[in-house]
Nanobody
C-alpha cells in the first residue's frame, strides 16, 4: 500500500526553524506533485506549499512566502518543508499530500496524504 511517511516537527520558540520531511513509499512518486497543508485547532485545513513533479516552480500560501521553502530530495519521492522565522500562528498539524496533478495538490484534493505531524511554536 502506498504511503506518505512524515517526520520532523516538534516544539520550537518563535523565530526558530524546523524542517518537515515526507517520504513516499514508492519511487513512482517522483512523478507526482507534492505539497504541504496545515490544520490548526478549530480551523479548516489550509494550503501551505506545493512543488510540481517536472519543473522548478513552487507555490506558496501568502502566510508562507519568504519564510518557508518546499523542496524535493535527490530521489524526488521525498519532499521537505523548511520553516524559518516561525510564529505562534504557525502552530498546527502539518500534512503532506501527493497527486499526479499539481492543481489537485494545491486544491487540497490530492489522492495521497501523510499521517500528520504536530508543529508547536511558543511565544
Amino acid at each position: 500500500q502506498v504511503q506518505l511517511v512524515q517526520s520532523g516537527g516538534g516544539l520550537v520558540q518563535a523565530g526558530g526553524s524546523l524542517r518537515l520531511s515526507c517520504a513516499a513509499s514508492e519511487p513512482t512518486f517522483s512523478n507526482f506533485a507534492m505539497g504541504w497543508f496545515r490544520q490548526a485547532p478549530g480551523k479548516e485545513r489550509e494550503f501551505v506549499a506545493a512543488i510540481p513533479a517536472f519543473d522548478d516552480n513552487t507555490y506558496y500560501a501568502d502566510s508562507a512566502k519568504g519564510r518557508f521553502t518546499i523542496s524535493r530530495g535527490s530521489a524526488k519521492n521525498t519532499v521537505y518543508l523548511q520553516m524559518n522565522s516561525l510564529k505562534p500562528e504557525d502552530t498546527a498539524v502539518y500534512f503532506c499530500a501527493a497527486d499526479p496533478l499539481t492543481r489537485t495538490v494545491v486544491a487540497g484534493t490530492g489522492h495521497y496524504w501523510g499521517q500528520g505531524t504536530q508543529v508547536t511554536v511558543s511565544s
